[in-house]
């Protein structure tokens, strides 16, 4: 069984950068794949980024060029950097550990409870 407890979140304005974390223990962290998905109020989860052990990234064309995801073995963490945020990217972001870098969130064994990341315009 892997926990995953995100923190990092907060109330930015538009355009500022912010980094959330998600740190793991209860499991072989080196061997996931590792995701990152957000929540809006009345909407579905969507994915933003995921990280394979191997390090290769994948993602979502909404964050392209402006998230970073990246990841640190050695303390069992995975990042999500997070650049020229726009209010649109105000949700809950949800860490999620699983077999690879899934875009589909329905394939990932393990979730976070979540932080919030709100972006005033």
């Known amino acids: 069984q892997v926990q995953l407890v995100e923190s990092g979140g907060g109330l930015v304005q538009a355009g500022d950068s912010l980094r959330v974390s998600c740190a793991a223990s209860?499991?072989?962290?080196?061997?996931?794949?590792m995701g990152w998905f957000r929540q809006a109020p009345g909407k579905e989860r969507e994915f933003v980024a995921a990280i394979k052990w191997t390090s290769r990234t994948r993602y979502a064309d909404s964050v392209k060029g402006r998230f970073t995801i990246s990841r640190d073995n050695a303390k069992n963490t995975v990042y999500l950097q997070m650049n020229s945020l726009k209010p649109e990217d105000t949700a809950v972001y949800y860490c999620a550990a699983g077999y690879s870098d899934y875009v589909d969130w329905t394939r990932y064994l393990y979730w976070g409870q979540g932080t919030q990341v709100t972006v005033s315009s």
């Open positions: 209860g499991g072989t962290f080196s061997s996931y794949g």
